[in-house]
């Protein structure tokens, strides 16, 4: 029976997994340099998880400085077939409050300044990103959620701003009118990245605010988030103990979306074209089809 290795990328509040059986830290580099911080290892359930905090030890990193492709490419090379993104994000939905789960099946990329292909000069790349979620692993992340009581949005379209300060006013009500859900700094190009690497990707977007578009009511800042976010931290680690639990029954096939195999049609570069020294870069994530 295969078996799942679960990545779990903690963002804003999450820095490390509690309950874990069998812990153990790896420092890892990849072709693209070291990742946000060490990789912990453990079981939780039976389930193997593989933890990095997106931002680093302590909250160091800013969105725009994180290693992106250096996280990525590190979760593929412990051998994790799917990964989770757990998040703190910004509601541009009333209906959608403080405290909600949302999770995750479209985005629109505002990001300007960051690394967004492993591909690039010497060999080139067109991945699929109609889907840019797993719906599998979405649905089985919402299932938990909603076992554990936790108010749960099945499907929301996550506005990826490059940050590190938070919208005007203007951006907010913007946003609103393209229809946006919620907003966040860090899920792009970390979605586009994972489907490069053929690994099954969905996202929890915890909302912490409601950003900066409502008349009434203070607008967003560090204090209003934090005071949210160690109740969404608790809801989330329920959520993973749910999630571990039913992921310990379920064989692991492969995503339905066809994700693990996107590569077979994606490269565009011949073999003869390409640059030997970009093809052993991008064995780390791509082996299968190099």
């Not at 997994?17 to 990789?39: I, K």
């Not at 509601?91 to 405290?99: A, D, I, N, V």
């Not at 907010?172 to 979605?191: C, F, H, K």
Request: proline share 7%; net charge negative.
């Amino acid at each position: 029976m295969t078996r799942w290795t679960l990545g779990i990328i903690g963002g804003s509040g999450l820095y490390a997994l509690d309950g874990l059986a069998d812990v153990r830290t790896e420092s890892v580099r990849t072709p693209w340099g070291a990742p946000s911080a060490p990789l912990t290892r453990g079981a939780l359930n039976g389930v193997e998880l593989v933890f990095l905090p997106r931002h680093g030890a302590g909250h160091a990193i800013p969105p725009s400085d994180i290693p992106f492709r250096a996280n990525i490419a590190a979760l593929k090379q412990a051998g994790c077939t799917d990964i989770l993104s757990i998040s703190a994000c910004g509601s541009l939905r009333q209906g959608l409050p403080p405290g909600h789960f949302v999770m995750v099946d479209q985005y629109v990329d505002r990001t300007v300044g960051r690394e967004r292909s492993f591909f690039g000069t010497g060999c080139v790349a067109h991945v699929p990103l109609a889907q840019p979620v797993c719906a599998r692993l979405a649905a089985l992340a919402a299932d938990a959620g909603e076992a554990e009581g936790l108010p749960v949005t099945r499907g929301g379209t996550y506005l990826a701003m490059e940050g590190p300060q938070f919208s005007t006013r203007a951006e907010s009500d913007l946003y609103r009118q393209w229809g946006m859900d919620v907003i966040g700094m860090t899920n792009m190009p970390e979605a586009r990245l994972a489907r490069e690497a053929e690994l099954p990707y969905a996202s929890i977007a915890m909302v912490t605010d409601y950003d900066c578009w409502r008349d009434e009511g203070e607008s967003v800042d560090v204090a209003s988030v934090l005071a949210v976010m160690q109740s969404n931290t608790k809801g989330a680690r329920r959520l993973l103990d749910r999630l571990t639990a039913r992921l310990a029954d379920l064989p692991r096939a492969a995503s339905p979306d066809g994700i693990e195999t996107c590569l077979d049609t994606a490269i565009i570069t011949p073999p003869a074209a390409r640059d030997p020294e970009v093809v052993e870069r991008l064995r780390s994530i791509a082996a299968r089809v190099l």
